[in-house]
Structure formats: C-alpha cells, structure tokens
C-alpha cells in the first residue's frame, strides 16, 4: 500500500511540475546537416594537392608503350595441396618454375627449388615478398 501511494506522489509532482510550453523545432536546428558540414571546414580546411604516395606512374620506352617489369627471382605466393603459385603461375614438383629453377618439393609453407647443384627454399610469408634461403652445393 505504502508503494502505491508513494508511486501516486511521484507521478504527481512530475505531471505538475511538467513544462506545458512544448515548442516545434526551429527552422536553423532542421539544417544540422549544413552547420556539421560547415564545422568540419573549419575543423578539417581542405589539403593543397599533395601527389598521392602510393600511385607509381608506368614506365613508358620511346614509342610511349608501356614497359611491363619483371622480376627473374621467384617468389612463392600460395600453396595448395600438391600445387604452389610461384611468381604468378601453378607449378606442380618436377616442373620448371622461372629462371631454370626446378621445383623439388612442396610443403605447406615453403617450396625447394633446384638449379645447377644449389637449392633455394622459398618460405611463404604474410608480407608482400617471399624470402629464401640458398644452399651452394649438391649436399642435402
């Protein structure tokens, strides 16, 4: 009973003490949109044209063609299952990878390759570039 009452006081003071004057929003706070806008022009001002860091122009010969540059060291992109992406291509064990590299094995995050008497270990890595390990000699 107590709680009743004191809920019934309660509802009353704040329905009496309630402001009645409710007015419609102002014209000038409809356009909040323009006014951030304009905050963050004079928060952020605009860069001068800096040249973006990341963007390499091709490189173009006399006749203004572009010249495609690649790169002879292998590098190992991806392995899946018995198949290895070595610089751009599948290449499965026994095949010729580049540059008369001959893939040797292939492991689930690295591949040998075999030229000459030396062996090389590419290693798959999270960074743009494959490192690799040389071995100089037939020896294993």
């Known amino acids: 009973m107590r709680k009743i009452i004191l809920l019934l006081c309660v509802g009353t003071f704040l329905f009496l003490s309630a402001d009645d004057s409710i007015q ?32 390499y122009p091709p490189r173009l ?7 495609q540059v690649v790169s002879l060291e292998p590098k190992l992109e991806s392995v899946i299952g018995k198949k290895a992406m070595i610089s751009g291509e599948w290449k499965k ?10 893939v040797e094995a292939i492991m689930t995050d ?11 270990t590419l290693l798959l890595t999270s960074g743009v570039e494959s490192k690799f390990l040389t071995k100089v ?3 294993k």
């Open 24 to 55: 419609p929003i102002p014209a000038e706070k409809i356009d909040i949109d323009d006014k951030i806008v304009q905050i963050k022009s004079v928060v952020n001002p605009p860069l001068p044209n800096f040249k973006n860091p990341f963007y």
């Open 61 to 67: 010969d006399e006749n203004n063609q572009t010249i």
């Open 93 to 102: 064990k026994g095949e010729l990878a580049i540059s008369g590299w001959r």
């Open 110 to 120: 690295s591949v040998i390759l075999k030229k000459d008497g030396r062996t090389r």
């Open 137 to 139: 000699g037939g020896a």
